[in-house]
Structure formats: C-alpha cells, structure tokens
C-alpha cells in the first residue's frame, strides 16, 4: 500500500513540476522501522557468509529493501547481487574472497 501511495505521489508532482521526483513517503515511521529490521536480517546474513563461506540468498524485497541490504553488506566489506525477476528479486551476499 505504501509503495503504490509513493509512486501516485510521485506521478503528481511528475505532472505538476514535469521533473522526475526520487520522492520517498514513510507512513508512522513504516519504512524507517523496516530499515532496522533489514540492516538486522542483512547482519545476521552477513555472519552466516563469513562463518559458512558459502553464498546467503535472502527473501525477496522490493527495490528500496533491496538497497538497504546492499549497503549494509559493502559497509561490513562483503559484496552482494540482486537476482531474481520483480515482484520475486533478492538479494545474495557473497562471502570474502
């Protein structure tokens, strides 16, 4: 709900300015708890490539959970990629080489 309320948002100021907005809506702190709870499901995945050595796939997220993994694991040093088909795209974080 909130990503189709973000992009109606960002398609009025689009119609209103003609500029593209990179306009970013968090209902009652939604997305800011949701940034938590992903930089803790990215750190726990990032132990388990450093333990097991091997490849962590997570679950699928959209783009803005996507990013948020993605630099929470270049910050811990490891490198990550997003694969996968939308709506079905996630992440997978590569051990260090």
Do not use: C, W
Request: proline share 4%.
């Amino acid at each position: 709900m909130l990503d189709a309320l973000q992009e109606l948002t960002r398609l009025a100021v689009q119609a209103k300015t003609g500029d593209r907005s990179r306009l970013m809506l968090d209902i009652a702190g939604y997305r800011a708890a949701r940034k938590a709870e992903l930089v803790t499901v990215a750190e726990r995945a990032i132990a388990e490539a450093r333990e097991s050595g091997t490849e962590v796939s997570l679950e699928p997220m959209n783009p803005f959970e996507r990013k948020v993994v993605h630099d929470a694991v270049a910050a811990a040093g490891l490198s990550s990629d997003s694969e996968g088909i939308e709506p079905a795209r996630y992440v997978v974080i590569k051990p260090a080489v």
